[in-house]
T-cell receptor, first 115, second 115 residues
Framework: AQKITQTQPGMFVQEKEAVTLDCTYD???????LFWYKQPSSGEMIFLIY??????QNATEGRYSLNFQKARKSANLVISASQLGDSAMYFC????????????FGPGTRLSVLP | NAGVTQTPKFQVLKTGQSMTLQCAQD?????MYWYRQDPGMGLRLIYY???????DKGEVPNGYNVSRLNKREFSLRLESAAPSQTSVYFC??????????????FGNGTRLTVT
């Protein structure tokens, strides 16, 4: 079975500081991808970053980076230099190559950036 | 480039009424999805369509039907709405022809309330 765990229901961070949002996953597949999405209060789902299981280097996209630790089955999202606009729900998701078309999502972490 | 467009944005139904949620994408993606989002549960897959002419059940298909009208359009129908179907519904698309690491692209969501 595929499962995503996000153990932090809510997080606070001071503006301009870095923050790490945790994500652990469970899969027996060797080939899979991990994805992070942002959902602001307006409701839309915004794709941020992804990491393939065979990628040796951690993915980065601007202020977002993915701290991928395969042996620990974790794929934490790191946001550097937090901005007020980063306040949102963040979802970790996984898709395994042998798991058909489904993306499995975690329950999300609500991040609040304080001025 | 509109991406994924879903309508309506809001809908209130009485128990037993029916309705169809419409979704269209202009990114030439082969795969389309319907998810529902409930508090604390992340997103759960209702149905998906890997390609034009095919549809498959996801994690929570009961009470729903879908139609992949053509490559662009994928509709979700509630035949007899129930209060348990109160949720936010997202349509999404992706292009998995070359890699399963293609992310989901979401519409803006439909907030449905069944009274």
């Amino acid at each position: 079975a595929q499962k995503i765990t996000q153990t932090q229901p809510g997080m606070f961070v001071q503006e301009k500081e870095a923050v790490t949002l945790d994500c652990t996953y469970d899969t027996s597949d060797q080939s899979y991808g991990l994805f992070w999405y942002k959902q602001p209060s307006s409701g839309e789902m915004i794709f941020l970053i992804y990491q393939g299981s065979y990628d040796e280097q951690n993915a980065t996209e601007g202020r977002y980076s993915l701290n991928f630790q395969k042996a620990r089955k974790s794929a934490n999202l790191v946001i550097s230099a937090s901005q007020l606009g980063d306040s949102a729900m963040y979802f970790c998701a996984m898709r395994a190559d042998n798991y058909g078309q489904n993306f499995v999502f975690g329950p999300g972490t609500r991040l609040s950036v304080l001025p | 480039n509109a991406g994924v467009t879903q309508t309506p944005k809001f809908q209130v139904l009485k128990t037993g009424q029916s309705m169809t949620l419409q979704c269209a994408q202009d990114m030439n993606h082969n795969s389309m999805y319907w998810y529902r989002q409930d508090p604390g549960m992340g997103l759960r897959l209702i149905y998906y369509s890997a390609s034009e002419g095919t549809t498959d059940k996801g994690e929570v298909p009961n009470g729903y039907n879908v139609s992949r009208l053509n490559k662009r359009e994928f509709s979700l129908r509630l035949e007899s709405a129930a209060p348990s179907q109160t949720s936010v519904y997202f349509c999404a698309s992706s292009d998995h022809r070359t890699t399963f690491l293609s992310p989901l692209h979401f519409g803006n969501g439909t907030r449905l309330t069944v009274t």
